[in-house]
Every structure is written in C-alpha cells, then in structure tokens.
C-alpha cells in the first residue's frame, strides 16, 4: 500500500517514508490510495484487547511495517501509562455509550496516537536506514505539547523540544509541561504569543542551511503534527474496538448499525471514523460536533468553507480552530481522489480563506452531520447529564453531547451511538464544576480537584495527582528570535 499526496498525484511514498516526512511537498497530506477493508470478523474482533485489535487495523495500513515491529510498537505505546487495561473503555449514561479516550498519560484523547508516533517514527527512520537522531520541534498553545513530551520521553534516538507561549496556556498544562521528565524532552516558554512560536518552528523546518548543520552533527528535525498519518491510522482503531465491544456487551447486534458523534477541531478523530466506516465498519452517520467556531458546521450546511470569521474563545480550546487541517484528505476524497480539484480548492484557502465544494461533491457528504453547540448549551448539557446520571463530563465532550441531542430532536433516529469523549473532566475542571454550580467559581484550582472527586466519584488521575508534588525541571524562557539558538544550545551544536 502506497501513500499519495492531496496535492500531487505524482508523489508516492510507503508508510513508513510518509511518517517520517510527515507533510507532502507542497503542503500536501498524505493519504492512502485505497482505503483497506478490515480481513478479521466482528465475532473475532469481540474477544481481542485493544492491542490485538490495534494489531488487526494498523496491518492493513502501515504494510512495510514487519509484523514484529508493528506489534512491538503497539506493545510500547498501549501498556501501564494507561490507567485501565481496556485502554479506551465505554461508559453509558442516558441512551448514549461514551467511548473514554483520556486514560493515558495526560488524560486527553491526544495521548491515543501519540504514545504510539515514536515508535512508529524510530521504527520508520531504522527501515529507511536514517541514522541521525530525530529532533521532533513542537509548538504548543497546550494539550498537544505535553502529550508528545510524554510519549517522547526516553524513546531513544528521538529528543523532543516544545516552545509554548509563556503567557498563552492555563497553568495546568503550564505545570504539567515544565514538570516533564526524561533527559531527551527541552521545554520552553516564549515571550511571544502561539503564532510567533508557530512561525519560529516552521522557519526552523524550513531552513536548508540549518538542516545542513544539524545534519553535521548527526540530528534532523521532524514534527509530531496531527496531520502525519502515523496519528491518523491509530486513531480508527478505538472506533473498531468500540464497535466490537458495543457488539459484546449486547448493546447492538452484529451488523447493526452504530453512529458516532466526535468533537472536532481539527478533523483528525472524526476523519478517522470516516476510514473505519470505509473499512467496513457498520458506522452509520458521522455526527461532527463544533464550538462557537463553528466552520465546519457551515460548510456542511451550506457547502462553503470559510474561515473569514472571528476567533472565538470558549471553554473547550482544544477545538478553537479555524483551519481543520484534515479536512483537506475528505476534500481530496470526495473530488474523485483528484490531487488538481483539491488543490484548486486549498489554493482559494489559501488566498482568499474560503472555497465552495460542487453540488456533486455535497453529495458525497450525506453521511455527514454538521451541528454545534453555544457555550451556554454546553454548560447545560454537563449539568443536566451530572444531575441526571451522575456521570461528569469534560467541555468538548459536552460539545458533542449537547450537538447530539440536537441530531435526535431533529432527525429521531433511533441508532445506538457512541460519543467520543476527549477530554477527562479533570483537564478543565473549572470550566466543568462552575457548569455543574456558579457556587465553585471562587475556589483556587487545586481545591476544585477534590470537589470533583467528591461529586464524580472518579480517582483524581495520577496525571493529576503528579503536578500537584513535581519540581519544575525546565526553567528556560526566551524571545522570538532566540529560539533557534536555544535550539542549537540543547542539541551543543
Ligand atoms: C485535539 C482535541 C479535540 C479535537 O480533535 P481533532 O482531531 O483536532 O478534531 C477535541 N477534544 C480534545 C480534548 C482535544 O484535545
């Protein structure tokens, strides 16, 4: 299985070359030439673990992996940093399954692909006989960052450098960066906000005489970016695991039809219920669920994208987004597998912020739901569910939640469905107590922590616990232009 790129149909490479290079020339995503249909049955998937289940996926895609490197990486990503065996595991409450996606090592969905990406990226740079060690640059407005800190961490032949805007993350996820470990991760705050540091890691990418030098000292540089497709491939996996499991426990009968509603930022996550549903999965509708920002809901109402807007802050920053990158593979996907179409429409992206789909593309959306959700009725829908149930959930997954009942009032479709919940409530616990109660406004952050404790009857996560005690390990702050010689100073060249 080759992979091609969205804007160029002469560019071809095989999986592991399209981890490691993460982006096509051009701006292009790689996407796989034909989607692979699933070999194994849902009875036999219904007694897998996650693993095995990961194993049976993963294959169809990443077809230059041998088989013990394929199972080796799963085995490294998919183990004790999760705090349950069933690495994503489902939970009901009211008429809908909740499929957990936090229970890795920062308690956000992020963790499900990346805790696997280095393994996949080593094992990639080994088969395609690189030597350097691979320098991964990030930069972070905040959950991206510590997720690939954690699964960067001591994965040898790899170092990690995350800039974040010093004055731009909540001071959680401040905490939970600077108190990483591992002699390979490098953390630092910029005097500067989330763009500059943005723009000062693709400068760096982008800089042929600086690759030159690094590569003088054996380092090249490489990026955790959510649209490499060695984050992309993972993520369908728990969408087949949960159909299986939903199989399992009765809750739909084989062959039955499952729908899924997913908070959608940037596209990953609901593109890759897209890929499970084109495996053969028995999905039905894909619900795509937006904040105030609300651009994809636009686009499929009206088959208009435009990002022309103003940019909404709101309680679930995860999906703060204007551009969904990966919705550049659906567009591809739906222009007839067309690298032109698709790069006609990206260039009016591009240059003037929007484009218009043909009527015959719209079509092939029908499987598409579009809704979002204020942020009142997100607060709501927390409330409603917690008093209802008992059971807590974070923003974005409210999102979703709340976007779904909107689906059904509408539509009164009957099928089961699955809510992807990305975030554990504890990520942004004030947002969600001060849902729950206006009272909890007034209480400092780690106070609020055991208050959610009390009401959800869920563990404060070690991720949690582990920032309230750790030391501060990475101190260095530095200006816009400095960093790439801060960059050079940890790397001694
Ligand atoms: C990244 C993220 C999302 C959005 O996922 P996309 O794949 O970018 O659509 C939703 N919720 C949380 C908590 C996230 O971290």
């Not at 969205?6 to 999986?15: G, L, M, P, S």
Request: charged letters at 25%; a negative charge; one cysteine or more.
């Amino acid at each position: 299985m080759l992979y091609v790129s969205t804007r160029n149909a002469e560019e071809k490479v095989t999986a592991s070359q399209a981890v490691l290079k993460g982006l096509a020339e051009n701006g292009g995503l790689f996407v796989p030439e034909e989607i692979p249909k699933l070999d194994v049955t849902v009875d036999a998937l219904a007694d897998m673990t996650y693993q095995e289940t990961a194993y049976e996926v993963m294959k169809l895609f990443l077809t230059d992996y041998t088989e013990e490197e394929l199972k080796k990486c799963i085995e490294n990503a998919y183990d004790g940093k999760f705090d349950t065996e069933k690495i994503a595991p489902l939970v009901k409450a009211q008429d809908v399954s909740y499929l957990e996606l936090f229970h890795g090592a920062t308690i956000a969905f992020k963790d499900m692909a990346l805790s696997i990406l280095p393994h996949l990226l080593i094992t990639a740079a080994r088969k395609n006989h690189v030597t350097n060690d691979i320098v991964i640059l990030t930069a972070t407005s905040g959950d991206t960052g510590k997720a690939a800190l954690a699964g960067f961490a001591g994965v040898e032949g790899t170092k990690i450098i995350v800039f974040y805007p010093k004055d731009g993350v909540s001071p959680i996820q401040q905490k939970q960066m600077v108190t990483q470990k591992g002699d390979n991760t490098f953390v630092v705050g910029i005097n500067g906000n989330f763009d500059e540091a943005q723009t000062g890691v693709k400068k760096m990418f982008s800089d042929p005489a600086l690759a030159e030098e690094m590569a003088g000292k054996g380092y090249q540089f490489s990026s955790a970016n959510s649209i490499n497709i060695g984050r992309l491939v993972p993520q369908i996996v728990y969408y087949v695991y949960a159909y299986a499991q939903m199989v399992k426990s009765g809750e739909i009968s084989n062959g039955e039809k499952m729908n899924v509603v997913v908070p959608t930022g940037n596209f990953g996550n609901i593109l890759a219920a897209f890929y499970a549903k084109n495996m053969g999965l028995p999905i039905g509708k894909l619900i795509c669920a937006s904040n105030e920002n609300k651009v994809l809901y636009d686009f499929f109402t009206t088959g208009t994208y435009d990002r022309n807007r103003e940019f909404i802050l709101t309680s679930s920053p995860s999906m703060d987004i204007l551009i969904s990158s990966n919705l550049e593979r659906l567009i591809y996907r739906i222009a007839g597998d067309s690298a032109q179409k698709n790069r006609e429409l990206m260039t009016a992206l591009q240059e003037n912020g929007k484009y218009t789909i043909t009527e015959d593309m719209r079509m092939l959306l029908a499987d598409f739901y579009g809704n979002y959700a204020s942020e009142e009725e997100t607060a709501a829908v927390i409330r409603e569910i917690y008093e209802e149930t008992g059971y807590v959930i974070d923003t974005h997954t409210a999102v979703a939640a709340a976007v779904y009942k909107k689906y059904q009032h509408e539509t009164d479709d009957k099928t089961k469905a699955v809510i992807a919940s990305t975030a554990s409530p504890y990520k942004f616990t004030r947002s969600v107590m001060t849902a729950i109660d206006a009272k909890y406004d007034n209480k400092p952050d780690f106070e609020l922590i055991d208050e959610l404790e009390v009401l959800s009857k869920v563990k404060v996560p070690q991720a949690i616990e582990d920032i309230r005690t750790a030391p501060v390990l990475h101190k260095t702050i530095c200006e816009v232009e400095q960093m790439e010689s801060v960059v050079k100073q940890f790397l001694g060249v």
